[in-house]
Every structure is written in C-alpha cells, then in structure tokens.
C-alpha cells in the first residue's frame, strides 16, 4: 500500500510540474503585442503572420497565448 502511494505522489509532481515547451508563436511575440496594442484583430494578426512571417496560426490560440501565457493587458 505505502508503495502505491509513493507512486502515485511521483506521478503527481512529474504531471503538476509546468511543461517548458515554447510556441512558433513565441519568436514574433513582441511585434505580435504591439499589433494588438495598435488595435489590430486577432483575425487580422493571424492573416498577417501567415503573409509576413509564414506561420499559420487559429485565432483562438492566438488570443490565448495573448491573453493567457504572455498575460498581456490591454487598456480597454
């Protein structure tokens, strides 16, 4: 019994520790914020990273890396 529990208490850290994995989205993530800064949409900055910079991207995981990883605020 005191074995499954030290397994499952390993299982628990290695799941609960943060993956470090980086986004294609992370190399323009500056210029991408200062997009939005300017008002430009999310469809308009999907649009113009595929165009300018090749990397095709949805809109939802544009707005979540905004919103939720980089915690970008805007001043609306």
């Known amino acids: 019994m005191n074995l499954i529990h030290q397994e499952l208490k390993a ?6 520790k943060k993956k470090n994995r980086s986004s294609k989205l992370d190399s323009f993530k500056y210029e991408i914020l200062i997009l ?13 990273l595929l165009s300018e910079k090749s990397v095709k991207t949805s809109i939802s995981n544009l707005a979540y890396m905004i919103n939720h990883v980089w915690e970008y605020k805007s001043n609306d």
């Open 11 to 16: 299982d628990l850290i290695r799941f609960s």
């Open 36 to 48: 939005r800064q300017y008002g430009l949409s999310y469809q308009k900055i999907s649009n113009w």
